[in-house]
């Protein structure tokens, strides 16, 4: 990575992922600005193959909703989160939000755990950095952070960190772990 | 446009009519966060912009805008935004930045998000 002009406009992409439900648009909606954002992908129907004709494409089109939020740091810097989608039939759309990213929040709930699991296989298949951020839902029963870690079997240098995605201050200090997670990643790969 | 195609009325021309249908170009590989600039060049070799390249000519002519941003402010699908901006690109008419992130970078949104 490398020093551009000052004057260059500089966005960074962090992405929020983890299982439906678990509070990603609330965490999009505490800290930044939230914008609509529509994609309409074209996916090809790889349904019962009985209809299927050889050389004929089957194909269709499908409008998702994503979670888009904008936080300006100063002119000319922005932050950008994007919500994964939480289908798994959304899986192709993941590859062109991750690349370039600068890091990912896996939200993980203690009452469904296991819905994190293909994000965090994701990331760490794809090297991106990327935090646990335990959503502490009202009701579920309280666990500590090194619990969670021990339960997902993180590695040591993963943060993992229990918040409540509907305070500001609590969305803040998971993006700060976050950021500074990635800086560390960022200056351990620099010779 | 009339008075009674208001945004409510939702659009009156489906997104992928806009783009003759097409949906694919060579602003597929851009990334979500990829700044557009106008270059300010005429448009040349028979191209002419329709409104929806006017349109996105006259936001970054103002300042560099991302992608994620382009399509946020048209209201259009990011597959269409696509094809419009491949279409701006193959003609010279914008031009595509994606500065990466530096340890002063990463440093200064640390503080920026701790004050907020």
Same mark, same amino acid.
């Given at each position: !990575? #490398? &020093? %551009?002009?000052?004057?260059?406009?500089?966005? =960074?992409?962090?992405?929020?992922? *983890?299982?439906? @439900?678990?509070?990603?648009?609330?965490?999009?909606?505490?800290?930044?600005?939230?914008?609509?954002?529509?994609?309409?992908?074209?996916?090809?129907?790889?349904?019962?193959?009985?209809?299927?004709?050889?050389?004929?494409?089957?194909?269709?089109?499908?409008?998702?909703? !994503? #979670? &888009? %939020?904008?936080?300006?740091?100063?002119?000319? =810097?922005?932050?950008?989160?994007? *919500?994964?989608? @939480?289908?798994?039939?959304?899986?192709?759309?993941?590859?062109?939000?991750?690349?370039?990213?600068?890091?990912?929040?896996?939200?993980?709930?203690?009452?469904?755990?296991?819905?994190?699991?293909?994000?965090?296989?994701?990331?760490?298949?794809?090297?991106?950095?990327?935090?646990?951020?335990?959503?502490?839902?009202?009701?579920?029963?309280?666990?500590?952070?090194?619990?969670?870690?021990?339960?997902?079997?993180?590695?040591?240098?993963?943060?993992?960190?229990?918040?409540?995605?509907?305070?500001?201050?609590?969305?803040?200090?998971?993006?700060?772990?976050?950021?500074?997670?990635?800086?560390?990643?960022?200056?351990?790969?620099?010779? | 446009?009339?008075?009674?195609?208001?945004?409510?009325?939702?659009?009156?021309?489906?997104?992928?009519?806009?783009?003759?249908?097409?949906?694919?170009?060579?602003?597929?590989?851009?990334?979500?966060?990829?700044?557009?600039?106008?270059?300010?060049?005429?448009?040349?070799?028979?191209?002419?912009?329709?409104?929806?390249?006017?349109?996105?000519?006259?936001?970054?002519?103002?300042?560099?805008?991302?992608?994620?941003?382009?399509?946020?402010?048209?209201?259009?699908?990011?597959?269409?935004?696509?094809?419009?901006?491949?279409?701006?690109?193959?003609?010279?008419?914008?031009?595509?930045?994606?500065?990466?992130?530096?340890?002063?970078?990463?440093?200064?949104?640390?503080?920026?998000?701790?004050?907020?």
């Amino acid at each position: !990575m #490398d &020093f %551009g002009p000052s004057d260059e406009p500089v966005a =960074l992409k962090i992405l929020i992922a *983890g299982g439906f @439900g678990v509070g990603k648009t609330t965490l999009v909606g505490s800290i930044s600005e939230i914008r609509p954002l529509r994609t309409e992908e074209v996916l090809s129907d790889r349904g019962i193959g009985i209809d299927d004709v050889e050389g004929v494409e089957n194909k269709t089109t499908t409008t998702v909703a !994503m #979670d &888009f %939020g904008r936080i300006t740091i100063r002119e000319g =810097l922005v932050v950008y989160l994007f *919500g994964t989608p @939480g289908q798994e039939r959304f899986w192709f759309m993941w590859d062109e939000l991750s690349y370039g990213a600068l890091g990912a929040v896996v939200l993980a709930d203690t009452r469904r755990l296991t819905d994190c699991f293909p994000s965090i296989d994701y990331f760490e298949q794809r090297g991106t950095p990327f935090i646990v951020a335990v959503n502490c839902f009202d009701g579920a029963e309280q666990y500590e952070a090194e619990e969670v870690r021990v339960a997902l079997d993180l590695d040591p240098e993963v943060p993992v960190l229990l918040c409540d995605v509907r305070r500001r201050t609590s969305a803040k200090t998971v993006l700060v772990t976050l950021v500074e997670h990635s800086l560390r990643v960022l200056t351990a790969s620099q010779p | 446009m009339t008075r009674w195609m208001d945004e409510e009325a939702g659009p009156v021309v489906r997104p992928f009519a806009l783009i003759g249908g097409r949906t694919r170009s060579s602003g597929d590989t851009l990334d979500l966060v990829a700044m557009v600039t106008a270059t300010g060049s005429a448009p040349s070799g028979g191209f002419v912009p329709g409104p929806e390249h006017q349109r996105i000519l006259s936001l970054v002519a103002v300042e560099a805008t991302s992608v994620a941003d382009i399509a946020s402010d048209l209201d259009l699908p990011l597959g269409v935004v696509r094809v419009l901006l491949g279409d701006l690109k193959d003609h010279k008419l914008i031009s595509i930045g994606r500065a990466s992130a530096s340890e002063r970078i990463l440093k200064e949104v640390i503080n920026g998000l701790r004050a907020l």
